[in-house]
Nanobody, 128 residues
Framework: QVALVESGGGLVQAGGSLRLSCAAS????????MGWFRQAPGKERRFVAA????????YYAESVNGRFSISRDNAKNTVYLQMNSLTPEDTSIYYC?????????????????????WGQGTQVTVSS
């Protein structure tokens, strides 16, 4: 069982930056790949970024590639999402999620149904 708690959301002007954190409970954090997704009102939840168990491989949606950076600290049971050059289109609720290692297959990180645990979300609002 893994409990995830996001923090770091808020209101920022376009062009600004935010860093989201996701703290995980449990002793097996390093056994999970971690992902960030976002969901705007009336829209489906979409993949943003993912990182494998060791932190050695990262994956990004095209819309955020080059602006966002995902990282993890397994000693602190925490995954981060550094968001730079924010635009109003980045406004969403951001969720972190954990995917067990045994669920992995090529491309599994991009799909919400392949994640086992979800946080409650944190609101990010970017003003123009």
């Amino acid at each position: 069982q893994v409990a995830l708690v996001e923090s770091g959301g808020g209101l920022v002007q376009a062009g600004g930056s935010l860093r989201l954190s996701c703290a995980a409970s449990g002793r097996t954090f390093s056994s999970y790949a971690m992902g960030w997704f976002r969901q705007a009102p009336g829209k489906e939840r979409r993949f943003v970024a993912a990182i494998d168990w060791s932190g050695g491989s990262t994956y990004y949606a095209e819309s955020v590639n080059g602006r966002f950076s995902i990282s993890r600290d397994n000693a602190k049971n925490t995954v981060y999402l550094q968001m730079n050059s924010l635009t109003p289109e980045d406004t969403s609720i951001y969720y972190c999620a954990a995917q067990a290692r045994e669920k992995y297959y090529s491309g599994s990180y991009y799909h919400t149904q392949e994640y086992d645990y979800w946080g409650q979300g944190t609101q990010v609002t970017v003003s123009s």
